[in-house]
């Protein structure tokens, strides 16, 4: 009952340092999702996958990339964090994109701090 | 116009009362609604779609209205366990778009 797992939970980086979260589910879906949640801004998309082999940039993507790796994993990638990323990470899947309403499922959240 | 607004909250109810959530959403052509809820320091997760016609499930009950592009979430009878932020969620204006996010109405329900 895995679900979407995404790893770290927590991390502390400092300014210019690069990191990757890492994201993968087993539900067979194909779509995958990054948000990030900040105190009264709600959750805002990076980016997404509507399928392997397409990535598509969401409402704040500078600053991130991302990697399709293969239908179970989608990661996200900062190469020189700054401290306006300190943020909570999100990953989610779904069986389609949003258009056909499938359920957006979500992963447990990573917590980083940029210092 | 943001894309979906809520009102931010706290509603702070006793135990037994019945709470209303309102939601506004600017994209016209949006096609799937949903309620989704999420605990302090927790992954949102879903709590019920929004059909055209209304729909409940035990307690809570969902409306929509295309023509004023508004939605809403009725609870009844609150427990404790209520007690979370209820996000109000729509699709994105682009087939495929990830859904859009509304900022979460905050409910603290006290025995």
């Known amino acids: 009952n895995a679900g979407v797992t995404q790893t770290p939970k ?3 980086l400092k300014t210019g340092q690069s990191m990757t979260l890492q994201c993968a589910q087993d539900m067979n879906h194909n779509s995958m999702y990054w948000y990030r949640q900040d105190p009264g801004m709600g959750l805002r998309l990076i980016y997404y996958s509507a399928s392997e082999g397409t990535t598509d940039k969401g409402e704040v993507p500078n600053g991130y990339n991302v990697s399709r790796l293969n239908k179970r994993e989608f990661s996200l990638r900062l190469e020189s964090a700054a401290p306006s990323q300190t943020s909570v990470y999100f990953c989610a899947s779904s069986a389609q994109g949003a258009q056909s309403g499938n359920t957006i499922y979500f992963g447990e959240g990573s917590w980083l701090t940029v210092v | 116009r943001k894309e979906v607004e809520q009102d931010p909250g706290p509603f702070n109810v006793p135990e ?8 506004t959403y ?5 096609q799937s609604f949903f309620w989704y809820r999420q605990d302090c320091r927790k992954e949102p997760k879903l709590l ?13 009950t969902a409306q ?3 023509a004023s592009q508004y939605i809403s979430l009725l609870i009844r009878d609150s427990k404790l366990s209520d007690s ?5 969620v729509v699709n994105g204006d682009q ?3 990830a859904l859009i996010f509304g900022k979460g109405t905050t409910l603290s329900v006290s025995s």
């Open chain 2, 64 to 66: 929509l209205n295309r």
């Open chain 2, 16 to 23: 037994g009362a019945t709470v209303a959530f309102n939601c």
């Open chain 1, 10 to 12: 927590f991390q502390v």
């Open chain 2, 48 to 60: 019920m779609s929004v059909y055209s016609s209304g729909n409940e499930d035990g307690r809570f």
């Open chain 2, 26 to 30: 600017s994209n016209s052509a949006s």
């Open chain 2, 95 to 97: 087939a495929g778009t």
């Open chain 2, 84 to 88: 979370a932020t209820y996000l109000c």
